[in-house]
Nanobody, 120 residues
Framework: QVQLVESGGGLVQPGGSLRLSCTLSGTISSFYAVGWYRRAPGQERELVAAFTSRGRTNYADAVKGRFTISRLHANNTVYLQMNSPKPEDTAVYYC??????????????WGQGTQVTVSS
């Protein structure tokens, strides 16, 4: 069973910075993409940033130039560095692992979500 555990959410002032972490555990043979999504109150969940197993990265237009997704292979952790956040970035942020091949088959996995609030 693959698990994704997020941390790092909280309250941040506009223009500040915050880093989210997502640690993947379990046996993973391969995956298609790992990334971050978010859901703001009353809105649909949307992609924030993701990278594929082939090294391609994608960012939502709203966060380009401000957020950076990265991965530390040593501890199987994916980070989302949020610089210059805006109030409209307030949302619950979810870590996602897409098309993961593990001993039980092919699955999509989600973390439990972490709240990010951008406010002065």
């Amino acid at each position: 069973q693959v698990q994704l555990v997020e941390s790092g959410g909280g309250l941040v002032q506009p223009g500040g910075s915050l880093r989210l972490s997502c640690t993947l555990s379990g046996t993973i043979s391969s995956f298609y993409a790992v990334g971050w999504y978010r859901r703001a109150p009353g809105q649909e969940r949307e992609l924030v940033a993701a990278f594929t197993s082939r090294g391609r990265t994608n960012y939502a237009d709203a966060v380009k130039g401000r957020f950076t997704i990265s991965r530390l292979h040593a501890n199987n952790t994916v980070y989302l560095q949020m610089n210059s956040p805006k109030p409209e970035d307030t949302a619950v942020y979810y870590c996602n692992a897409d098309k993961v091949l593990d001993p039980s088959g092919l699955h999509d996995y989600w973390g439990q979500g972490t709240q990010v609030t951008v406010s002065s």
